[in-house]
Protein backbone atom coordinates (compact mmCIF):
# COMPACT_ATOMS: atom_id res chain seq x y z
CA UNK A 1 0.00 0.00 0.00
CA UNK A 2 0.99 3.37 -0.77
CA UNK A 3 2.71 5.26 2.06
CA UNK A 4 0.26 8.02 2.48
CA UNK A 5 -2.59 5.93 2.39
CA UNK A 6 -1.08 4.10 5.47
CA UNK A 7 -0.93 7.56 7.65
CA UNK A 8 -3.27 7.14 10.37
CA UNK A 9 -3.68 10.86 10.43
CA UNK A 10 -2.64 12.99 7.49
CA UNK A 11 -0.47 16.32 7.79
CA UNK A 12 -1.82 19.50 8.95
CA UNK A 13 -0.38 23.31 8.45
CA UNK A 14 0.97 24.76 10.83
CA UNK A 15 -0.64 27.29 12.87
CA UNK A 16 -0.99 30.95 10.94
CA UNK A 17 -1.85 28.71 7.82
CA UNK A 18 -4.55 28.61 5.44
CA UNK A 19 -5.34 26.16 2.78
CA UNK A 20 -7.21 27.70 -0.36
CA UNK A 21 -8.88 25.72 -2.85
CA UNK A 22 -11.37 28.08 -4.56
CA UNK A 23 -9.48 30.70 -5.85
CA UNK A 24 -6.62 30.86 -8.04
CA UNK A 25 -3.52 33.05 -6.87
CA UNK A 26 -2.61 35.84 -8.88
CA UNK A 27 0.29 35.46 -11.90
CA UNK A 28 2.41 37.65 -9.40
CA UNK A 29 2.01 35.94 -5.81
CA UNK A 30 3.00 32.75 -8.10
CA UNK A 31 5.72 34.30 -9.35
CA UNK A 32 6.91 35.73 -6.27
CA UNK A 33 7.18 32.39 -4.46
CA UNK A 34 8.85 30.83 -7.42
CA UNK A 35 11.30 33.48 -7.33
CA UNK A 36 11.62 32.87 -3.37
CA UNK A 37 12.12 28.92 -4.79
CA UNK A 38 15.18 29.98 -7.34
CA UNK A 39 12.09 28.56 -9.87
CA UNK A 40 11.62 30.22 -13.19
CA UNK A 41 8.74 32.54 -13.17
CA UNK A 42 6.72 33.04 -15.87
CA UNK A 43 4.77 35.76 -17.94
CA UNK A 44 1.01 37.31 -16.52
CA UNK A 45 -0.56 35.31 -19.91
CA UNK A 46 0.81 32.01 -19.36
CA UNK A 47 0.27 31.91 -15.85
CA UNK A 48 -2.97 32.57 -17.14
CA UNK A 49 -2.92 29.81 -19.46
CA UNK A 50 -2.15 27.38 -16.75
CA UNK A 51 -4.90 28.16 -14.70
CA UNK A 52 -7.08 27.91 -17.09
CA UNK A 53 -6.48 24.37 -18.32
CA UNK A 54 -5.36 23.52 -14.33
CA UNK A 55 -7.78 20.59 -13.11
CA UNK A 56 -7.44 22.66 -9.69
CA UNK A 57 -4.78 24.34 -7.61
CA UNK A 58 -4.17 24.11 -3.86
CA UNK A 59 -2.56 27.31 -2.32
CA UNK A 60 -0.69 27.97 0.90
CA UNK A 61 -1.54 31.15 2.67
CA UNK A 62 -0.14 32.93 5.95
CA UNK A 63 -3.07 33.75 7.70
CA UNK A 64 -2.19 37.00 8.69
CA UNK A 65 -0.57 38.45 5.62
CA UNK A 66 -2.11 36.21 2.97
CA UNK A 67 1.39 35.97 1.25
CA UNK A 68 1.16 32.94 -0.61
CA UNK A 69 3.71 30.58 0.62
CA UNK A 70 2.95 27.25 -0.70
CA UNK A 71 0.66 26.30 -4.42
CA UNK A 72 0.59 22.58 -6.48
CA UNK A 73 -1.75 22.29 -9.75
CA UNK A 74 -2.90 19.10 -11.41
CA UNK A 75 -3.43 18.37 -14.98
CA UNK A 76 -4.72 15.24 -16.74
CA UNK A 77 -5.89 14.02 -20.47
CA UNK A 78 -9.34 12.76 -17.32
CA UNK A 79 -8.45 8.84 -18.37
CA UNK A 80 -4.74 8.03 -18.19
CA UNK A 81 -2.53 10.58 -16.94
CA UNK A 82 -2.47 13.18 -14.60
CA UNK A 83 0.56 15.81 -13.67
CA UNK A 84 1.05 18.03 -10.39
CA UNK A 85 3.24 20.92 -11.08
CA UNK A 86 4.72 23.49 -9.67
CA UNK A 87 5.17 22.00 -6.64
CA UNK A 88 6.70 24.64 -4.18
CA UNK A 89 6.73 25.91 -0.73
CA UNK A 90 8.66 29.08 0.97
CA UNK A 91 11.70 28.50 2.21
CA UNK A 92 11.85 28.43 6.08
CA UNK A 93 11.16 26.31 8.78
CA UNK A 94 7.48 25.22 8.25
CA UNK A 95 8.86 24.14 4.32
CA UNK A 96 8.32 20.55 4.33
CA UNK A 97 5.45 20.30 6.36
CA UNK A 98 3.50 22.62 4.05
CA UNK A 99 4.90 20.56 1.47
CA UNK A 100 3.73 17.35 3.27
CA UNK A 101 0.39 18.74 3.30
CA UNK A 102 0.33 20.03 -0.56
CA UNK A 103 1.88 16.44 -1.49
CA UNK A 104 -0.81 14.24 0.27
CA UNK A 105 -4.31 16.55 -0.18
CA UNK A 106 -3.15 16.33 -3.98
CA UNK A 107 -2.90 12.83 -3.85
CA UNK A 108 -5.86 12.21 -2.41
CA UNK A 109 -7.66 14.37 -4.76
CA UNK A 110 -6.05 12.75 -7.30
CA UNK A 111 -7.16 9.36 -6.04
CA UNK A 112 -10.55 9.93 -5.72
CA UNK A 113 -11.33 12.18 -9.17
CA UNK A 114 -8.95 10.00 -10.96
CA UNK A 115 -8.15 6.28 -9.90
CA UNK A 116 -6.22 4.26 -11.84
CA UNK A 117 -4.24 7.37 -13.49
CA UNK A 118 -0.32 7.75 -13.97
CA UNK A 119 0.57 10.07 -11.95
CA UNK A 120 3.85 12.66 -12.98
CA UNK A 121 5.25 15.55 -10.79
CA UNK A 122 7.21 18.70 -11.73
CA UNK A 123 9.09 19.87 -8.24
CA UNK A 124 12.16 21.31 -7.35
CA UNK A 125 14.90 19.45 -5.37
CA UNK A 126 13.46 21.05 -2.43
CA UNK A 127 10.23 18.74 -2.63
CA UNK A 128 12.16 15.37 -3.33
CA UNK A 129 12.07 14.31 0.62
CA UNK A 130 8.18 15.23 0.83
CA UNK A 131 7.46 13.25 -2.16
CA UNK A 132 9.51 10.18 -1.06
CA UNK A 133 7.57 10.30 2.43
CA UNK A 134 4.09 9.70 0.29
CA UNK A 135 6.16 6.72 -1.25
CA UNK A 136 7.53 8.42 -4.63
CA UNK A 137 10.09 7.07 -6.38
CA UNK A 138 13.24 9.13 -8.02
CA UNK A 139 13.59 7.57 -11.53
CA UNK A 140 12.19 3.80 -11.03
CA UNK A 141 13.52 1.22 -13.06
CA UNK A 142 16.00 4.02 -14.21
CA UNK A 143 12.99 6.11 -16.25
CA UNK A 144 14.30 9.47 -17.09
CA UNK A 145 11.98 12.23 -17.57
CA UNK A 146 13.00 14.94 -19.58
CA UNK A 147 11.60 18.24 -20.22
CA UNK A 148 12.57 20.94 -23.05
CA UNK A 149 10.76 24.80 -22.30
CA UNK A 150 9.66 25.80 -25.82
CA UNK A 151 10.49 29.36 -26.35
CA UNK A 152 8.85 31.46 -29.24
CA UNK A 153 10.73 31.96 -32.03
CA UNK A 154 13.19 34.90 -32.38
CA UNK A 155 11.71 37.32 -34.97
CA UNK A 156 14.10 38.19 -37.82
CA UNK A 157 15.53 41.83 -37.43
Known amino acids: MLPFLQQSVPPKLPNGYRLETSSAPTPESLNKLLAFCQETTHSQDDWQRALDNSLWQL ?62 VSAPKMAVAALETHGFVIDPSGIRAMGLPLKPARKPE
Open 59 to 120: SVLEESSGELVGFVRATSDLALNANLWNLCSKPGPDQEQILSVLVHRSLNMLRRDLPGCSLS
